[in-house]
């Protein structure tokens, strides 16, 4: 289990605790002030400035020899930040994790809290300036967007019941996309989202910047040895490049410290030699999210 989980999980994983999605607990942390503050103004929030600092130059910055590691300390603290103190227009206490299509089935067939929409992806808007429809929002999250008409899809129907929204979740994951859930404010839960990496904002910044905005799931790949045909297809669906395919030993070997564990590859192999198993339980892997 990561900290969040032990912080956050109740005994479990952090996004399996139901008390993380009811509205008792967005009330008490003013959730709808909050997200209608971040969500105004997210394009500011997260192209130019980035965790309250300007983007410019942000990775120059950060490599300085002291404030650079001033400025990443001080930006780590605000993407974790359950502080009262908390600030939406600098995204403070807004980070997520990687999630297999198993958890997100579980999140929104029973956890996720009424009502349910799917919106437009803001980080491949504001990175690529397209408008797809794959992020899941809910609980309070979902009535702050809907006031907001540059998030809302015009020719699909955006509100879904929880049968429809597992429905589009394993959609775009055997599609390829990553799933992920976030915090926003910690600990109240309120989107699924389907990622690209790059385009994924939190990707982004952990690539580029080294900044814990999302976080590896639970889980890491393996492969069947006996299973493997070496017929390639699940290196092309790794966004992470962790798979690779070594024709003398007529498999695909796996490295694990580029796995995300998201389990997308699972989908492109017919011959069943992919499983996904619990992070912990590779003992090279323990405690690296
Ligand atoms: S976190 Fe993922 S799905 Fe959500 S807005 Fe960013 S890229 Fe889109
Ligand atoms: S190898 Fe790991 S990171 Fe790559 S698709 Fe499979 S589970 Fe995801
Ligand atoms: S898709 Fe399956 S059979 Fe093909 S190389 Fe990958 S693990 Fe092996």
Request: charge should be positive; charged fraction near 25%; glycine fraction near 8%.
């Amino acid at each position: 289990m990561c900290q969040w989980c032990m912080k956050h999980g109740a005994g479990g994983k952090w996004y399996m605790n139901a008390k993380n999605y009811s509205n008792e607990l967005a009330d008490s942390l003013l959730a709808r002030e909050y997200l209608t503050e971040q969500w105004r103004n997210f394009e500011n929030i997260y192209i130019r400035k980035i965790m309250g600092f300007s983007s410019i130059d942000l990775g120059y910055k950060l490599q300085m020899p002291i404030i650079g590691k001033l400025l990443k300390w001080n930006a780590e603290k605000m993407i974790h930040s359950d502080s009262k103190n908390r600030k939406a227009v600098r995204g403070d206490g807004h980070f997520g994790q990687v999630i297999p299509l198993e958890d997100a089935k579980v999140i929104l067939g029973n956890l996720a809290a009424e009502p349910i929409i799917e919106n437009y992806c803001m980080c491949r808007w504001m990175q690529r300036g397209i408008k797809e429809c794959c992020c899941i929002n809910f609980g309070q999250l979902s009535g702050v967007i809907e006031k907001l008409p540059r998030f809302i899809p015009q020719n699909l129907q955006y509100k879904i019941s929880r049968e429809e929204a597992i429905e589009r979740i394993e959609k775009h994951n055997k599609r390829g996309y990553i799933a992920s859930v976030w915090f926003q404010p910690v600990p109240y839960i309120n989107a699924i989202c389907s990622c690209e990496n790059p385009e994924c904002g939190g990707m982004r910044l952990r690539s580029d910047f080294g900044l814990h905005t999302v976080y590896k799931s639970e889980y890491a790949i393996k492969v069947n040895p006996d299973k493997c045909q070496a017929c390639g297809m699940c290196v092309q669906k790794c966004q992470f490049g962790s798979l690779k395919l070594v024709p003398s030993l007529k498999r695909v070997i796996v490295d694990p410290m580029k796995c995300w564990g998201c389990g997308i590859c699972r989908h492109a192999c017919k011959h069943d030699a992919l499983e996904i198993v619990p992070r912990e339980s590779i003992p090279g892997l323990r405690g690296i999210y």
